[in-house]
């Protein structure tokens, strides 16, 4: 699976090289220090060991007649057993080859030899097999080097890795927190809202592209207050007229009233579609937010919804914990989905509301039995002046739904709509609770 964070992927390539630079470290040590060492001591010892072998007799012992040579086996430490010593059975015959050893061993000595390496309880112990002396073997114990000796070079090469790994944590992780940050910041502005400023720090190319994300940020700020001001022109200067125009229709005779009719219902629609365009572009002001029951929100719209040509059905659901958020938008979400399953089904609907199981959303769902819609064409339905195809008709102003998305994405919630099995479409909207909060 493919790593896709930055701050994994540096973590991954900090602990790659530190142990590639352990495993050189070691390289380095047991080809540049440890290897000439022991290659210096087989050189001293074959050389001892064969001038011994040349001088004796009898090939199945050691003749070590000079003094000079004898302290110096003496010295390191070279003893001899036979196959049958009780120490050849306990130690040589669990002992490991030295592959390397041995080809050094055989050279010098000029004869096939067998070198074998232990531990016994004080130090690492050398066992020679040589083949000009079938029935014994040389003990050389290496009392330099202990099996301890290796336990601070691990512990100091483990601890070492340990710094590093926790150094490249630390430093990976504060170079990522403005990135962190930016990442939080841009998602508050997809969904509508304007964060503060952020704070340019990092290095040179963070703070350039968190420099160029705060002149982001003011331009669509500023793009915002004029679209609101915009919005906010165009409808007072549109109301005015229609105003006028429905005052003088109200005014004209009862003969005309067939015309009157009409042109009233044009206003009233107009006077909608207005409504509708500032419901849409409305800015959300998250410091309003408050607890909101959403089966009260449920039953007032079952209520004021109940009197047109609609058979509502209401379930609420039992200890509900209140939603965050405006109850005034809320409402909207809802009411904008009944009206939608009313204007599209056949009479009858159903408005439930529920919460989940780890009590961190409340949901509301609306049920109707229309012709339901065509599963590709489901994403669609909440793009602005997008009206469903042709089973759902063409009423409406094309708003409600992208109306009822705005408002889920400024309060954090989601909704899920699909086709019923038994016919007709179905629509729930959830929304974090105050516990979740």
């Known amino acids: 699976m493919r790593i896709r964070s930055s701050f994994t992927q540096s973590i991954i390539i900090f602990f790659t090289l530190l142990i590639a630079s352990q495993v050189y470290s070691y390289y380095a040590v047991f080809n540049y220090a440890l290897m000439p060492s022991l290659q210096q001591f087989n050189k001293i010892l074959g050389h001892e060991?064969?001038?011994?072998?040349?001088?004796?007799?009898?090939?199945?012992?050691?003749?070590?007649g000079d003094p000079a040579r004898h302290r110096v086996l003496d010295q390191l430490?070279?003893?001899?057993?036979?196959?049958?010593?009780?120490?050849?059975?306990?130690?040589?015959?669990?002992?490991?080859?030295?592959?390397?050893?041995?080809?050094?061993?055989?050279?010098?000595?000029?004869?096939?030899?067998?070198?074998r390496m232990t531990v016994d309880s004080h130090s690492y112990v050398l066992w020679m097999k040589i083949?000009?002396?079938?029935?014994?073997?040389?003990?050389?114990?290496?009392?330099?080097?202990?099996?301890?000796?290796?336990?601070?070079?691990?512990?100091?090469?483990?601890?070492m890795a340990i710094l590093i790994v926790a150094g490249g944590w630390l430093f990976v992780r504060l170079q990522n927190r403005p990135l962190i940050a930016l990442e939080k910041a841009a998602k508050e502005v997809g969904r509508g809202e304007i964060p503060?400023?952020?704070?340019?720090?990092g290095p040179s190319e963070i703070r350039a592209v968190t420099r160029a994300f705060n002149q982001m940020s003011r331009g669509i700020q500023a793009l915002e207050e004029d679209r609101a001001l915009l919005m906010?022109?165009?409808?007072?200067?549109?109301?005015?007229?229609?105003?006028?125009?429905?005052?003088?229709?109200?005014?004209?005779?009862?003969?005309?009233?067939y015309l009157a009719d009409g042109i009233i219902s044009d206003?009233?629609?107009?006077?909608?579609?207005?409504?509708?365009?500032?419901?849409?572009l409305k800015p959300v002001n998250k410091q309003s937010f408050e607890p909101v029951d959403i089966n009260t929100i449920a039953q007032d719209v079952a209520n004021a919804e109940g009197s047109k040509d609609a058979d509502i059905d209401v379930v609420i659901g039992d200890n509900t914990l209140p939603a965050i958020g405006s109850p005034i938008a809320l409402k909207r979400a809802v009411t904008n989905l009944v009206v939608n399953a009313i204007r599209y089904g056949n009479g009858w609907l159903k408005i439930s509301t529920g919460m989940t199981a780890d009590k961190k959303l409340v949901w509301v769902c609306v049920e109707d039995n229309g012709p339901g819609i065509e599963q590709e064409q489901i994403a669609k339905l909440f793009?602005?002046?997008?009206?469903?195809?042709?089973?759902?008709?063409?009423?409406?102003?094309?708003l409600g739904l992208a109306i009822v998305k705005r408002i889920i994405s400024q309060h954090h919630g989601s909704v899920v709509i699909n086709n019923r099995s038994e016919g007709g479409l179905r629509a729930q909207i959830s929304f974090p609770t105050k516990q979740a909060k």
Do not use: W
Request: proline content about 7%; overall charge negative.
């Open 49 to 64: 060991i064969s001038l011994m072998l040349d001088e004796s007799n009898n090939r199945d012992s050691l003749k070590i």
């Open 77 to 115: 430490g070279v003893t001899i057993h036979s196959l049958k010593n009780p120490l050849v059975e306990k130690e040589y015959n669990q002992s490991v080859p030295i592959e390397l050893m041995s080809e050094d061993m055989s050279h010098e000595l000029g004869v096939n030899t067998e070198v």
């Open 131 to 159: 083949d000009s002396m079938p029935n014994s073997l040389l003990r050389i114990p290496l009392t330099e080097l202990r099996e301890g000796d290796f336990a601070p070079l691990f512990r100091n090469s483990l601890f």
């Open 196 to 201: 503060p400023p952020l704070d340019e720090k």
């Open 232 to 257: 906010a022109g165009i409808s007072h200067d549109l109301r005015t007229p229609l105003t006028r125009i429905r005052l003088a229709t109200e005014m004209m005779s009862p003969e005309e009233s």
């Open 267 to 280: 206003t009233e629609e107009c006077n909608e579609i207005i409504n509708q365009f500032m419901d849409y």
């Open 383 to 398: 793009e602005p002046f997008t009206r469903g195809d042709t089973a759902r008709g063409s009423e409406g102003t094309g």
